[in-house]
Nanobody, 117 residues
Framework: QVQVVESGGGLVQPGGSLTLTCVAT????????LGWYRQAPGKEREVVAA???????IQGDAAKGRFTASENNAKDVLYLQMTNLRTDDTAVYYC???????????WGQGTQVTVSS
């Protein structure tokens, strides 16, 4: 089993920055992909950015050039640095861990990011 817990959401003005944190616990060695997704009201959940254990970075269109995913050396903490935030970045941001042998996904409860003046 893997557990992920997000933190760092909040209210930020357009053009501002915010960093989200995801802490993974449990069977860390079984994780193949650790990533960020988001879901805005009335929209489907979409990938923001994810890191694979074989060194690849998966990045959604909205994140390119503005958001950066990174992790610590132990690979149990995932960050999402968000810059130049826009009102359409308002969403619940979820951390996701994908297990390597059966591709079962573990989701956090999400953290709300609201971009508004």
């Amino acid at each position: 089993q893997v557990q992920v817990v997000e933190s760092g959401g909040g209210l930020v003005q357009p053009g501002g920055s915010l960093t989200l944190t995801c802490v993974a616990t449990g069977d860390i060695a079984s994780i193949y992909v650790l990533g960020w997704y988001r879901q805005a009201p009335g929209k489907e959940r979409e990938v923001v950015a994810a890191l694979t254990r074989d060194g690849r970075t998966i990045q959604g269109d909205a994140a390119k050039g503005r958001f950066t995913a990174s992790e610590n050396n132990a690979k149990d903490v995932l960050y999402l640095q968000m810059t130049n935030l826009r009102t359409d970045d308002t969403a619940v941001y979820y951390c996701n861990a994908l297990r390597n042998h059966d591709y079962i996904a573990f989701w956090g409860q999400g953290t709300q990011v609201t971009v508004s003046s």
